[in-house]
């Protein structure tokens, strides 16, 4: 079973860069597709981005397409998503995710973190 914790949220202004980290406990970090959802107020959860386990196969939104990069640090059992060029759109709470696959981690995750908030003012 894993355990997430998200990281790195907060208040910054439009065109400026973030970075959000997935702390994942367990020994097999590197088994877990992990990925990226955030939620804004009044809306759905929505897919950012996904990547594989081993980092080689990476999925992105296509409204992150571009500004976003995942990686991920199987030595350190985290998870990164670098925010560039942020948007007032990009506001919302960010979570981290695992499944099996990044199939399943986009359709049905067996893991959510708790998220994490990032406000991003025009």
């Known amino acids: 079973q894993a355990q997430l914790v998200e990281s790195g949220g907060g208040l910054v202004q439009a065109g400026d860069s973030l970075r959000l980290s997935c702390a994942a406990s367990g020994r097999t970090f590197s088994s877990y597709a992990m990925g990226w959802f955030r939620q804004a107020p009044g809306k759905e959860r929505e897919f950012v981005g996904s990547?594989?386990?081993?980092?080689?196969?990476?999925y992105y939104a296509d409204s992150v397409k571009g500004r976003f990069t995942i990686s991920r640090d199987n030595a350190k059992n985290t998870m990164y998503l670098q925010m560039n060029s942020l948007k007032p759109e990009d506001t919302a709470v960010y979570y981290c995710?695992?499944?099996?696959?990044?199939?399943?981690?986009?359709?049905?995750?067996?893991?959510w973190g708790q998220g994490t908030q990032v406000t991003v003012s025009s």
């Open positions: 995710a695992a499944s099996s696959t990044t199939a399943a981690v986009r359709a049905r995750p067996n893991y």
């Open positions: 990547i594989s386990g081993n980092g080689g196969i990476r």
